[in-house]
């Protein structure tokens, strides 16, 4: 079939099984043209169908020839109808991670429930004996507990004000002023249910006690910071509260793990397109801008040169430098004083009209489009597209 964008809002309904199979590719290249590292062996992703984690799989793979097991919840193809994006980018990575002899298996459902633990707890256990790093890249706005079955919904707030401030619809470049209301009631308790800490650590309590962890193992989850022009609705806000509870989770989980020699890190990353942050008020303005001024100077980089330096610049060295937190830094370059300054003076000039020109409104919709395999150089969107795709390593 012909496969067309269909946008709602900042999702897109459809995904391009070839489009989304070139940006695997161009990722697999980009790790194969980097210095090859004494990087994990053996790795479990938990989120790892798109964005960081699927980045991070990728740079396991062939950055260290790893076998990689990758959890993820996706929605596959029916006739006439594209599967998520995630789906697509997993069989591209697992058809071509097979085709030149690497270990690749994929499990597809809830990672908060015990099932898929459980499931993954036997796969590891039938096929690698042990892992001895597991990255957990999750970002979903709703968990079920799996003990009580109670559902959580995680929200984008502010705490004790209304917000407001400039977003731009990146679909039509207008720039304008949004209010998001403070958060309200169990706001915060339901955001830090579902990306705090606690499923993270449960995956390692399992893993450890079932000894599924390898000594010197690793953990390492993802956060963000951001600046001042965004701390009210992201670090000050409720998903804020959250990545301090995520943060906080990385110390009690290292405690865990002293007999095996265990290491659980925060990795504070760049703020990237990916599905999880065009969902977030305000940042898509921020991005734009700061795309034009980070590529101005030459510093700019996406998920997997992220991940390719978070492994092979911090991960795997000798001395392994942290913040004053205790987090691994890959947003220094986002951060750098000079690239903020620069950021917030083209803030005041945003408008609707300036924007094309002093912001990177097209680098963000091609990085938006290409989530979803749009927009990606080389590909013949005019071409039959085959929408069943299997995923080759999928466990039933
Ligand atoms: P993403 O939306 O690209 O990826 C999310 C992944 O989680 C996908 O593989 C998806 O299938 C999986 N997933 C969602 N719900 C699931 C469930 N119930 N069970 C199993 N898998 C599930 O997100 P992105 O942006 O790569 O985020 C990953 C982490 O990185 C998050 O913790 C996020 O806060 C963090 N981060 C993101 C930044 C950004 O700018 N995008 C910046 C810094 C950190």
Redesign the pocket.
């Known amino acids: 079939m012909i496969i067309e964008p269909k946008t709602r809002g900042f999702i897109c309904l459809t995904a391009h099984p070839t489009g989304c199979e070139q940006n695997v590719l161009n990722q697999i290249d980009y790790i194969k043209s980097r210095p090859t590292t004494d990087g994990p062996k053996k790795v479990l992703v938990?989120?790892?169908?798109?964005?960081?984690?699927?980045?991070s799989r990728i740079t396991s793979a062939y950055g260290s020839n790893a076998s990689t097991i990758?959890?993820?919840?996706?929605k596959p193809p029916k006739e006439g109808r594209t599967a998520?994006p995630?789906w697509y980018n997993s069989a591209a990575f697992e058809t071509q991670a097979h085709k030149d002899g690497l270990y690749a298996k994929s499990i597809?459902?809830?990672?908060?429930?015990h099932e898929?633990k459980a499931q993954t707890l036997n796969l590891i256990k039938e096929d690698l004996g042990q892992i001895d790093v597991l990255i957990?890249?999750?970002?979903?706005?709703?968990?079920t507990h799996p003990d009580t079955g109670e559902r959580f919904k995680s929200v984008l707030k502010p705490i004790g004000g209304t917000f407001t401030d400039n977003t731009v619809d990146f679909h039509t470049g207008e720039v304008k002023e949004i209010s998001i209301e403070p958060c309200a009631g169990d706001d915060i308790k339901n955001t830090v249910a579902v990306?705090g800490g606690e499923d993270w650590q449960m995956w390692i309590d399992l893993l450890k006690s079932e000894g599924a962890l390898s000594n010197d193992f690793k953990t390492v989850?993802?956060?963000?910071i951001?600046p001042s022009l965004t701390e009210a609705v992201y670090r000050k806000g409720t998903?804020g509260k959250a990545?301090d509870d995520?943060e906080a989770t990385a110390f009690k989980i290292t405690d865990t793990l002293n007999d095996i020699n265990g290491k659980a890190y925060v990795?504070?990353?760049?703020?990237?397109?990916?599905?999880?942050?065009s969902a977030i008020p305000v940042?898509p303005l921020y991005?734009s801008l700061l795309y034009k001024v980070m590529k101005e100077e030459g510093i700019h980089e996406g998920?997997i040169e992220q991940i390719e330096r978070l492994f092979n610049e911090r991960l795997y060295t000798e001395n392994l430098e942290l913040d004053d937190a205790g987090r691994i830094r890959i947003?220094d370059w986002e951060m750098r004083d000079d690239i903020q300054a620069k950021v917030l003076e083209l803030w005041k000039e945003a408008t609707t009209e300036t924007l094309p020109n002093i912001g990177d409104l097209k680098g963000y919709k091609t990085d938006f489009f290409n989530?979803f395999g749009f927009d990606v150089n080389g590909v013949d969107y005019d071409a039959d597209a085959n929408e069943m795709v299997n995923i080759p390593g999928l466990q039933a």
């Open positions: 938990i989120g790892a169908s798109t964005g960081f984690g699927l980045a990758g959890v993820f919840f996706e998520s995630g597809n459902g809830d990672a908060f429930s898929i957990y890249s999750l970002a979903s706005p709703v968990r990306m989850a993802y956060s963000y951001g998903i990545k995520l990795s504070v990353n760049k703020a990237l397109v990916t599905q999880a942050s940042i991005i998920c947003d989530l």
